[in-house]
């Protein structure tokens, strides 16, 4: 189970080892290499996709690789407005993710990735509520409906196809480092 990935100091605090750091720092890498690369087409991302399997896999922990690629985002397009609203929309969909974390059924989290994909705009145009106020906020949603209806057929599309095969790699990933994490030195 994940919790044999943890290691507790005297505090009782959950720390990370080595092979653990590693391992999210590259999930969180993946997470990157994954957007840059779908960057060319608008709306299709499978961020939305590994960040549910991550989730699934290794439970409150995901928020490792997330940092990750958020740091990465921030560095190499500038921490800007958009960049801020990635703050709360992907932490979003990771809560609501543990939320469903028991769900096996790609059906059912094709369903929740589509839906975030509708609500992404949404969620973006959240912060120029403050920024602009209600017309501003409503001005930046309907402008980018289309690119939404997109992004939501997208996910549903992805999500449905890849859930299975991400998830069971993800799976035997995380076998393969608690054995390592047990048994050290032993080939995983």
Known sequence: MVNNMKSH????KTKL???EIILFAMLGAILYVAQVALAFLPNIE?????LICYTIVYGKRVFYPLLVFLAL????YGF???WISYLYIWPL???VSLLFRRMRSAVGWSVLSGFFGLLFGFLYALIFLFLGGPGAMIATWVSGLGFDLMHCLGNFLTCLVLFHPLSKVLEQI???????LVHPGQRA
């Open 9 to 12: 100091s005297k505090s009782g």
């Open 17 to 19: 080892r080595i092979l």
């Open 46 to 50: 499978v961020v939305s996709l590994l």
């Open 73 to 76: 985002e921030g560095i190499t």
């Open 80 to 82: 800007g407005i958009w």
């Open 93 to 95: 969909l990771v809560l």
């Open 174 to 180: 995380r076998t393969s480092m608690e054995k390592a």
